[in-house]
């Protein structure tokens, strides 16, 4: 678990929409019945070698199949940086689907929290967010031991909107199995989970549990996981909760000092460290949201979006074999610094696919942008009574000093060339994509 904030620098909130993704430490229950993993890689295993396997699925393009470094390195293309220790990572850009750099890409490893990207980008359609649900003891039956939890009480009613606040800023495994109770039960849902990466051309991909809690034969890959960050922030609430700092939670209904029932509210903080910061690392200019995962076997996993004078890139880097403390978003933030100086100079080594029903679609901007609200809802991104705070404008230092990065945020449709027809499989844009510019070189 990352160490707490020693301090956090006041935020002002500029939002026109949200955006985007990454996960925490978690856990799950015993491993469930699901469909067997697709045959497009070697099988997976619960304690992944060091070494990647000789061969791994081309999705995307046939370098992305190859161990090790892809990159074509050319003039003027900076050079990748030297020390980052993860056994899987790749660079995107959002929008255009281009791989711009990668290492084992199609690597099968355990996800951790991450793979709560696609268990979102799955249920998060089905519930309005003002819909409400009390919690009984069979919704938080079969979590694993040490799963990480948001406070989810027996007895207690809770919205959708609470819910999905639970999962995205505290990674919380019991709202995920309250979430996949609402959803008629564990299996069920993992099912639908293992057919919507299917849908996505997620191929390395197979679904155990729904929280990402390490169970056999439960792996992904930051190919697959970056496809999940994608589709998600397709979906106007996926961006919302994603980039979500700050946010009020219920908490336990008791009787005060006076006899009289109440019910106070705590205060939750997004444990994505690229986005909330801690004494030993700054919130990233232009982040945009993240989904993290820690667990013993899978080490640390992240998914991460960030924005910078107009261009929009995912990064995704699983366990980093150094073990340095926040080490997995340092070399997430060194990758995204490269790609901001590469991009548009390096050629790609391959490129994200569309799901599979929007291959032959071309991309209408914007008309997606509230397809994916929670249950068709509003898209009201505070909720009743919520006092969710979505991404900052300033940054916590550590030595106290106070110093803020100023984050400007813009909102509107990513810019398509006029009169332009894209492929989807070539041109995906993120619909109302929170803009975030920085000082940062």
């Known amino acids: 678990m990352s160490a707490p904030l020693k301090k956090t620098a006041g935020r002002s909130l500029l939002v026109t929409s949200a955006a985007v993704l990454s996960s925490l430490a978690l856990t799950a229950p015993p491993a469930l019945a699901a469909p067997s993993p697709s045959p497009s890689g070697p099988s997976p295993s619960t304690?992944?070698?060091?070494?990647?396997?000789?061969?791994?699925?081309?999705?995307?393009?046939?370098?992305?199949?190859?161990?090790?470094?892809?990159?074509?390195?050319?003039?003027?293309?900076?050079?990748?940086?030297?020390?980052?220790?993860?056994?899987?990572?790749?660079?995107?850009?959002?929008?255009?689907?281009?791989?711009?750099?990668?290492?084992?890409?199609?690597?099968?490893?355990?996800?951790?929290?991450?793979?709560?990207?696609?268990?979102?980008?799955?249920?998060?359609?089905?519930?309005?967010?003002?819909?409400?649900?009390?919690?009984?003891?069979?919704?938080?039956?079969?979590?694993?031991?040490?799963?990480?939890?948001?406070?989810?009480?027996?007895?207690?009613?809770?919205?959708?909107?609470?819910?999905?606040?639970?999962?995205?800023?505290?990674?919380?495994?019991?709202?995920?199995?309250?979430?996949?109770?609402?959803?008629?039960?564990?299996?069920?849902?993992?099912?639908?989970?293992?057919?919507?990466?299917?849908?996505?051309?997620?191929?390395?991909?197979?679904?155990?549990?729904?929280?990402?809690?390490?169970?056999?034969?439960?792996?992904?890959?930051?190919?697959?996981?970056?496809?999940?960050?994608?589709?998600?922030?397709?979906?106007?609430?996926?961006?919302?909760?994603?980039?979500?700092?700050?946010?009020?939670?219920?908490?336990?209904?008791?009787k005060d000092k006076k006899g009289k029932t109440v019910r106070k509210p705590f205060e939750i903080q997004n444990t994505n460290r690229l986005l909330s910061g801690d004494y030993d690392i700054s919130q990233y200019p232009g982040i945009a949201g993240v989904k993290n995962g820690n667990t013993t076997n899978a080490g640390s996993t992240f998914t991460g979006v960030a924005e910078r004078n107009g261009r929009v890139l995912l990064v995704t880097v699983m366990h980093p074999s150094k073990e340095e403390h926040n080490e997995v978003y340092k070399e997430t933030a060194q990758l995204f610094d490269w790609g901001f100086k590469a991009a548009g100079k390096v050629q790609p080594v391959g490129e994200l696919v569309p799901p599979k029903g929007a291959a032959q679609s071309s991309a209408q901007p914007g008309a997606s942008g509230e397809a994916g609200q929670a249950g068709g809802g509003s898209g009201d991104s505070a909720g009743s009574g919520s006092s969710a705070k979505p991404v900052a404008s300033a940054t916590a230092d550590g030595d106290s000093r106070g110093m803020e990065t100023a984050l400007a945020i813009t909102g509107g449709l990513l810019v398509l060339l006029a009169g332009a027809a894209f492929l989807v499989n070539r041109r995906w844009p993120l619909p109302d994509l929170v803009r975030r510019r920085s000082s940062r070189p």
């Open 47 to 254: 304690s992944p070698s060091a070494t990647p396997p000789a061969s791994m699925s081309t999705v995307g393009g046939a370098r992305l199949g190859q161990a090790g470094t892809q990159v074509n390195l050319a003039s003027g293309v900076p050079v990748l940086p030297k020390d980052i220790t993860a056994r899987s990572w790749i660079v995107t850009d959002a929008e255009s689907g281009d791989v711009l750099a990668s290492h084992n890409a199609h690597w099968r490893l355990p996800p951790a929290s991450t793979l709560k990207m696609l268990f979102a980008d799955t249920v998060l359609p089905k519930f309005p967010k003002t819909e409400k649900h009390k919690v009984v003891p069979s919704d938080l039956a079969g979590m694993g031991a040490g799963s990480s939890l948001v406070g989810i009480k027996e007895g207690e009613t809770y919205t959708v909107h609470d819910l999905w606040l639970g999962v995205f800023l505290r990674s919380g495994n019991d709202a995920v199995h309250v979430l996949s109770a609402m959803n008629k039960g564990v299996a069920k849902t993992v099912a639908e989970m293992n057919e919507h990466a299917e849908e996505l051309q997620a191929l390395d991909t197979h679904v155990v549990s729904p929280d990402g809690y390490d169970a056999p034969g439960q792996v992904s890959s930051a190919y697959d996981l970056t496809l999940f960050a994608r589709s998600g922030l397709q979906k106007k609430d996926f961006r919302e909760y994603c980039s979500t700092v700050t946010a009020k939670f219920p908490g336990e209904t008791k």
